[in-house]
C-alpha cells in the first residue's frame, strides 16, 4: 500500500486497496468473535460431544461425523516483543486519562501517540485497537475531544461495506449530537419563563402522586401540553428520556379523548359566526356602505345642503359648499342664481365668470353673466350684457324658461346676435401630435365623485374638454368645450378627471413641445358588474 500509486495503476491499487480492507474487516471479525468461539469450543468439550458438524453448500446431505480436536492451550513460552508491550502501554495510559478525567489536550496526546507506534502497522494490532478505542468512545460517551481524533484517524464515515464499524460510530455520534440537543431543550424548559414549563412539569411529575383533584385541576393546560408533546416528537424526540412515561402517556390519552369533539365544535361555531357575518354584511352592506361613506365625507351633506337650500332661497349653504369644492361648476351655477334672485349682481357677476373661465360655450353662464350685467346698469355693461344673453338664446332658445324654473324672471326681448367665427387658438410649431391619453383606472373617476359630493355616478353623457398638452405628460389651462348633458355636474367631474390623465407629448424633430392644444373627450357609462 505505502509503495503502490493509484497514478501509476489505478485498477491495480483498487484491488490492493480491496483487499487490504477484506484483510482489516476479517480481523475485526475475529478480534470480536475469537473469545465466543473459544467458549462455544469450551461448552462443547464440557457436554461430550463427539462430534462436530461442518457447513456445505448442500443442507440436504448430513456431514458425516469427524473426531473432535480439542484446541491446544497457548504455550507460555512466548518470546517478548517491546513494540507490543510499549503499545499496550500507551493504551493502559489513554484508559486513565479517560478516568481520571484528565484535559482534552493531554488525551489527544496519548492517542497520538497510540496511532503513531510502529505496532500499528501490523494489522491484527491495529484491528483490535481501533476496536479497543471504539468501546472506549461508547463507554464514556465520546471521550470528550478523543472521538472526533478516532474519526478522523480510522475514517469511520459510515460509508463502506455492510457492517462496517464506521457505520456504527457514525450512528453513535448522531445519537449523541441528539441527545445534547434534548438535554439543552430541557435545560431551556427548566426555567420558569419558558412557555413550555408547565407543561414539563406535567409531563415529568409521576402518576403516584397526583390525586384526583390535581388531575382535574390540570385540564386547563391541555394545548399547552399537546403544543409540547408534538414540539418533542417533531423537534427533540431524545427528550422523551427525561419525561415520566407514565404521565406521557397519560396526556396522550386525555388529548385524544378531549381535543377531538373540541375541535369539532370549535369549527362548527367559527362557520356559524363567519356565515353569519358574512349574511349580515351582504343584507345590509350596500345601504351601510353608502350612508358610512356619505358621513365620513363632508362634502357629501354641503352638496345636498346646497341643492335644498337654493329650492328654499337661502344661498348661504352653497357659499359653504363651494368653500369645501370650489370647482363644481354646477354648485356654482346655483350660487350665481341665488344672488340674480337676491338682486346681489355683482355676486352673480363673479359667479358666472368663474363658471366662463372653465367653461367658455356654457349657455347657463353666459345668460346668467348677461342679465347681472344689464341689471347693473352701466352702459357698458348693458352692452356687453346683452351680447352674452343673444348668444345664449341662439345656442339654446329655451334657456329664457330654464331661468324661469329657478326663479329668476327676464323681460330682455333680443334680436339674434350675428353668427361669430371662433379665434382658432394658436399652436406651436409641432410635426407628431399629443397621444397616448390615459386615466389610471376607475378609482379616478370615484375620488372625482367623492371630491364634488356626488353619491350617484353618471349612468351616460359626453363632455369635451380642450387643454394644453405639456411636456411633463400632463394637462393644463382645460376648459369644457361642449357638454352633451347639461346641468347635471358632468362638466367638473370631467375637468377633475382630466387633471389626473396623463399623455405622451407632441413634438419637432424628436424634441417635446409644450403646450400644445388638445381636445380629449370625457364619456362616462355605468362600469359593468
Not at 368 to 380: Q, R, Y
Request: aromatic share 10%; glycine share 6%; with cysteine.
Amino acid at each position: 500500500m505505502i509503495r503502490a500509486s493509484p497514478e501509476d495503476d489505478p485498477e491495480g491499487f483498487k484491488r490492493l486497496r480491496n483487499a487490504y480492507e477484506r484483510a482489516l474487516e476479517h480481523i475485526r471479525w475475529n478480534v470480536r468473535y475469537a473469545e465466543m468461539d473459544a467458549a462455544a469450543d469450551d461448552d462443547q468439550d464440557a457436554d461430550g460431544d463427539d462430534y462436530n458438524y461442518d457447513y456445505v453448500d448442500d443442507f440436504t446431505k448430513p456431514t458425516p461425523p469427524r473426531e473432535h480436536v480439542r484446541r491446544a492451550a497457548p504455550e507460555s513460552t512466548a518470546e517478548p516483543d517491546p513494540e507490543l508491550d510499549q503499545h499496550d502501554a500507551l493504551k493502559q495510559r489513554l484508559a486513565e486519562a479517560l478516568a481520571g478525567g484528565k484535559s482534552p489536550r493531554e488525551v489527544q496526546a496519548v492517542f497520538q501517540a497510540i496511532a503513531a507506534s510502529p505496532a500499528m502497522e501490523r494489522l491484527d494490532v491495529h484491528a483490535e485497537t481501533e476496536m479497543w478505542i471504539a468501546n472506549f468512545v461508547r463507554r464514556y460517551n465520546g471521550g470528550g475531544a478523543l472521538i472526533d481524533h478516532a474519526f478522523a484517524h480510522f475514517k469511520w464515515d459510515g460509508q463502506n461495506r455492510i457492517g462496517d464499524l464506521g457505520a456504527a460510530m457514525v450512528g453513535f455520534r448522531e445519537s449523541l449530537a441528539h441527545q445534547g440537543e434534548a438535554n439543552a431543550f430541557i435545560a431551556r424548559v427548566r426555567d420558569r419563563r419558558h412557555e413550555f414549563h408547565d407543561a414539563y412539569k406535567e409531563t415529568t411529575r409521576a402518576m403516584q402522586e397526583r390525586n384526583w383533584l390535581s388531575r382535574v385541576l390540570s385540564f386547563p393546560r391541555l394545548y399547552l401540553v399537546r403544543r409540547f408533546l408534538d414540539f418533542v416528537d417533531d423537534k427533540v424526540p431524545y427528550a422523551y428520556d427525561q419525561l415520566d412515561y407514565a404521565a406521557t402517556d397519560w396526556w396522550r390519552k386525555r388529548i385524544q379523548f378531549w381535543l377531538r369533539p373540541l375541535a369539532i365544535f370549535a369549527w362548527v361555531v367559527w362557520a356559524v359566526v363567519v356565515i353569519g357575518v358574512i349574511v349580515l354584511f351582504g343584507v345590509l352592506g350596500e345601504d351601510t356602505n353608502s350612508a358610512s361613506d356619505t358621513a365620513r365625507n363632508p362634502a357629501f351633506e354641503a352638496r345636498a345642503a346646497c341643492v335644498d337650500g337654493f329650492r328654499r332661497t337661502d344661498s348661504s349653504a352653497c357659499d359653504a359648499y363651494l368653500a369645501l369644492a370650489p370647482e363644481s361648476l354646477l354648485m356654482r351655477q346655483y350660487a350665481g342664481l341665488s344672488a340674480l334672485r337676491e338682486a346681489r349682481y355683482d355676486d352673480a357677476n363673479a359667479h358666472f365668470t368663474e363658471i366662463l373661465r372653465l367653461s367658455p360655450n356654457d349657455p347657463e353662464a353666459q345668460y346668467g353673466l348677461g342679465l347681472a350685467l344689464i341689471n347693473n346698469g352701466m352702459s357698458g355693461d348693458v352692452a356687453r350684457g346683452s351680447e352674452l344673453v343673444r348668444g345664449a338664446v341662439e345656442f339654446d332658445p329655451a334657456i329664457g324658461g330654464y331661468f324661469s324654473s329657478k326663479g329668476v324672471t327676464s323681460q330682455v326681448l333680443l334680436e339674434p346676435a350675428p353668427r361669430m367665427q371662433p379665434i382658432p387658438p394658436t399652436s406651436p410649431a409641432h410635426d407628431t401630435q399629443p397621444s397616448n391619453v390615459a386615466v389610471q383606472g376607475q378609482h379616478v373617476f370615484d375620488e372625482a365623485y367623492a371630491y364634488f359630493g356626488i353619491s350617484e355616478p353618471f349612468d351616460a353623457g359626453r363632455v369635451l374638454v380642450e387643454c394644453l398638452a405639456r411636456t411633463t405628460g400632463r394637462f393644463s389651462d382645460c376648459h369644457i368645450v361642449e357638454e352633451t348633458v347639461r346641468n347635471q355636474g358632468q362638466g367638473e367631474v370631467a375637468l377633475r378627471v382630466i387633471a389626473a390623465a396623463t399623455l405622451t407629448p407632441a413634438s419637432l424633430n424628436g424634441e417635446p413641445v409644450d403646450s400644445v392644444p388638445i381636445r380629449v373627450p370625457v364619456v362616462f357609462r355605468l362600469a359593468p358588474e
